[in-house]
């Protein structure tokens, strides 16, 4: 979630919760924000458990990452070349006709 946030976002943050809150408050909603993180976290972790156990051993080495549905549409763009064995792309010479197939069109 905050793999794309960096040093100047934190600080533009960390300002708008200092003016929002004050600084009184800000640090017992940082904890907050914290405490809450770290429940999502066990939270998660617990489901995958019991979602592995629920499934038996034969799927025990299921990896739940490789099914949410960005890693489904990357696979299927970037391993092209691991699946048929040909080049994706390749430079005609000059004047060479490029290849046609009556079928698909």
């Known amino acids: 979630?905050?793999?794309?946030l960096g040093w100047s976002e934190l600080i533009v943050l960390a300002v708008?919760?200092?003016i929002v809150l004050g600084p009184d408050r800000l640090p017992k909603a940082?904890?907050?924000?914290?405490?809450?993180?770290?429940?999502?976290r066990a939270m998660a972790h617990n489901a995958t458990a019991d979602l592995k156990a629920e499934l038996g051993p034969e799927m025990a080495d299921l990896d739940l990452a490789s099914l949410h549905p960005r890693r489904i549409v990357q696979s299927a763009i970037w391993d092209?070349?691991?699946?048929?064995?040909?080049?994706?792309?390749?430079?005609l010479e000059?004047?060479?006709?490029?290849?046609?197939?009556?079928?698909?069109?």
Do not use: C, K, W
Request: hydrophobic share 35%; glycine share 4%; charged share 30%.
């Open 80 to 91: 092209d070349e691991e699946r048929y064995d040909a080049p994706v792309s390749s430079a």
């Open 30 to 40: 940082a904890a907050d924000a914290a405490r809450i993180l770290r429940q999502l």
């Open 16 to 18: 708008v919760g200092l």
């Open 94 to 105: 000059t004047g060479e006709r490029p290849p046609y197939d009556d079928d698909a069109t």
């Open 1 to 4: 979630m905050f793999n794309h």
